[in-house]
């Protein structure tokens, strides 16, 4: 079964608001996720680190102001999408490494996705 | 730092026939390296990982890649395609000192012919 989960799974809003999406570790803690944005028919970017504790670590490019992460818990990391505009339409993925010692070794999961499209 | 090409992309095979998707890597030390494979509405699946333990490294779903330093490359091979092989296909290596950053290659779409 899933043991990465992300809600909502698809979510359509309008120019200007504000959109938050719920990346979860079901059954092992993670001090740190990633979330990832794939626009159709490309690869998966990488945007940042979400440290549990300590603000995210974002990378080259990505706005910190317009993508807030927030990881409140060692289960549950959150990406709010600020006033989002059509062009932040796209599919975000989260990801969790479950640390060794943890069962079953080194191995990230990664969410099944949120597609986002705004109006 | 890290980076990986994969040439092609897009793969066509038909169904029990050999498969080959490529993926070349760019790195000043021995890299760690992944092929990740993506179906449609479904999250992303590790299919194997190479951490210098063995260059042949042997994935899920008959899947097994090789790692050759003296080209730089870690193709992804099955020796007979099944239709539910058909997705997209992701290479990348890992990524500075934190567990889990990934850079992704730009993606194969294999598509399985019956």
């Known amino acids: 079964g899933a043991v990465v989960s992300q809600h909502p799974s698809r979510v359509i809003c309008k120019s200007g608001t504000s959109v938050k999406i719920e990346c979860r570790s079901l059954?092992?803690?993670?001090?740190?996720m990633f979330w990832y944005r794939q626009f159709p028919k490309q690869s998966l970017m990488l945007m940042a680190t979400?440290?549990?504790?300590?603000?995210?670590?974002?990378e080259q490019g990505v706005e910190k102001d317009k993508f807030l992460i927030n990881h409140a818990s060692l289960t549950l990391s959150t990406l709010t999408v600020t006033s989002a505009h059509p062009e932040d339409s796209s599919f975000y993925i989260c990801s969790a490494p479950r640390p060794p010692g943890q069962g079953q070794g080194e191995t990230q999961y990664f969410g099944p996705g949120t597609r986002l499209l705004v109006l | 730092a890290q980076s990986v090409t994969q040439l092609d992309s897009h793969v066509s095979v038909s169904e029990g026939t050999p498969v080959l998707l490529r993926c070349n890597y760019s790195?000043?030390?021995?890299?760690?390296l992944f092929w990740y494979v993506q179906h449609p509405n479904k999250g992303l699946q590790l299919l194997l990982k190479y951490t210098s333990a063995a260059t042949l490294v042997k994935g899920i779903n008959g899947f097994e890649a090789e790692f050759k330093k003296s080209e730089t490359s870690f193709h992804l091979t099955k020796p007979s395609a099944h239709m539910s092989d058909a997705a997209e296909y992701f290479c990348a290596p890992g990524g500075g000192s934190t567990l889990g950053r990934l850079y992704f290659g730009r993606g194969t779409q294999l598509t399985v012919w019956p």
């Open positions: 979400s440290n549990e504790g300590s603000k995210a670590t974002y």
């Open positions: 059954d092992f803690q993670a001090t740190t």
């Open positions: 790195s000043s030390y021995s890299p760690s």
